[in-house]
């Protein structure tokens, strides 16, 4: 079996995820390099990587680049990707610098795997909350064809990199402080950070904005829900649109999915489905998965399916993934490894 | 000016939130008397209050009684709300137990305020989740008709009682002081809680289920909203679902409401209508309304007012507004002044 030089670029909390992944699964590594903006030891899983400095350019030999960019850093993928391609590597890139360009495959196995072949040295690792909507949905597009998606997200602050999870740490820590003595009634519930990770307190609080305000009033990660699945289903004409949360949750993003089908399709057949669907989870009847509990592990979860008892055809349904898994490091190891096939 | 005798039964959450209503909105009481199972001396806002055991049954002379029955506490209505309207007085109820009953007005005063002279001793007062979503629907329903609604909420612990907000905090407190020595990349993110409020950890989760399920897999919680709505708007044909979940907030929830209208309409017209509604204020452009800051406030917050861009007729709104006030015992203080008119 041939083993790859692979190279890890970036040591964030997507990064990270990457190298755990890349053991876990028992990536076929020849030679593992990784890069960050400056030179360092970092130890993951009892495992010691030397880190190289990125802007030394000696990427000669590599190649499969991993890019973990979250989406909160943008920039090494814009600065090094192609010099990487240049000299021989194919880059699975996690930021969103290139997803919507015309010849990079935006690809999650279970939907379009086949798309990896297409190619030019560059493929897209799609957005978190697309990537886990896509997971549960694609078989049933498959299926009877999606007319209409509709998606409410409830996202962790991991996915905005470690410090947004450590700003809801030290909020919640700062909080329990400055109460240490009070009585419940009494307790004073707003707190100054030091963090400059989102725009206001998000401990004990949710926040109805990730990213940047478009004109018509959508954000942008409201629209990379929308374009993402649009490419990665290939069908544009897919009705979706989406409302994203930020909540006080550390690791994994919920979402309530509403969904009708362009074939007709009752309970049962949609069950049926996800029950069958690759990478999925599926829980039944009253039982349901929770990000806490999600938090470290690889499928996507979905559970309390639900007829809508007024519109034919249109469902609920509930859906969790570790985003910086599955909606992340493990989408992107899975790219790289349709490459090894 | 008439004044009134007035009981307030039950001091939970609701029940010492209207108390501060009465008071803040000089409601014209002629004599305040406060029941609940057991006697003892309480302080609300540095006034005492003389709390009376309702198994007594002294309740001659009452006028009207706002009974506080939380969600999750149901039975005082139910024993006792007939004894009270057997000596003449009128019960606004809080609790669940009456709202469907045919001779049973369910008012929300922004909305259907006439539907108070109907009453038979007894008027309900909505579920919190259901008031915030019709004060910000019920002026685009009488504008353009309603043709379908789809929420998905945010919901406060105190929703569920003082003792549910309490579980929140001590979860938090434990896991800060676990945690006390440990690097952010080790802390320990379960914890044991002695609260029986929810079936889960709610500190740093999500829990998506409010109430007990139906059969078809929606929560009760989720059927209050449909049918308290069906009945309210008294219009059976709006085609209405939704999924409810339990947030890490302490107060005030939050729902992202996608809706369609009967006849045209553009984001202007719908931002006009309101803009003018009773009882909200609307956010325009890129601000919005955060749950931490509407705590102790009494308006519905409507922010983030968006076209689909692929359905005609149909927006996202989101929607804040305190679940204990408005709610809950400012609605039910609300109706009782529409009692006085």
């Not at 897209?124 to 049933?140: E, F, M, R, S, Y």
């Not at 997200?153 to 470690?162: E, P, V």
């Not at 100054?192 to 949710?206: G, K, L, R």
């Not at 349904?317 to 090894?340: S, Y």
Request: proline share 3%; net charge negative.
């Amino acid at each position: 079996m041939k083993k790859y030089h692979v190279a890890v670029v970036g040591v964030g909390v997507v990064g990270i995820e990457i190298l755990k992944c890349l053991k876990s699964r028992s990536f076929p590594i020849a030679n593992l390099r990784v890069f960050a903006r400056s030179a360092r030891a970092i130890e993951v899983e009892g495992i010691e990587y030397e880190v190289e400095a990125i802007g030394d350019e000696r990427f000669d030999g590599v190649e499969i680049a991993l890019f973990a960019g979250t989406e909160g850093e943008k920039g090494a993928s814009k600065l090094y990707a192609h010099k990487f391609i240049e000299k021989g590597a194919i880059v699975v890139d996690n930021g969103a610098d290139f997803r919507l360009e015309h010849d990079v495959p935006l690809v999650v196995p279970e939907a379009n795997r086949d798309a990896v072949k297409n190619h030019k040295g560059l493929i897209a690792n799609p957005n978190c909350t697309t990537i886990q909507a896509i997971v549960a949905l694609c078989g049933i597009h498959r299926e009877f064809g999606l007319e209409r998606i509709l998606l409410t997200s409830f996202q962790a602050t991991s996915g905005a990199g470690k410090k947004a999870a450590m700003k809801l740490w030290e909020e919640a820590r700062t909080l329990v402080n400055i109460n240490r003595n009070k009585e419940f009634d009494e307790i004073h519930k707003d707190v100054d950070s030091e963090f400059d990770v989102f725009s206001h307190q998000i401990a004990f609080n949710v926040i109805p904005q990730i990213g940047g305000f478009a004109e018509d009033g959508y954000t942008s990660e409201e629209w990379k829900v929308v374009n993402e699945t649009h490419k990665i289903l290939n069908d544009d004409s897919i009705r979706i649109s989406s409302t994203c949360v930020r909540v006080p949750v550390f690791t994994a993003h919920s979402e309530a999915i509403y969904f009708e089908t362009k074939k007709d399709a009752d309970h049962a057949q949609i069950e049926k489905v996800l029950k069958d669907s690759e990478g999925v989870k599926y829980f039944a009847d009253s039982s349901f998965p929770l990000p806490l509990e999600v938090e470290g592990t690889d499928l996507t979860y979905v559970a309390r399916l639900r007829r809508d008892p007024f519109n034919k055809n249109c469902f609920w349904i509930w859906v969790v993934a570790d985003n910086l898994r599955k909606g992340a490091a493990l989408n992107a190891v899975q790219i790289a490894e349709e490459l090894t096939k």
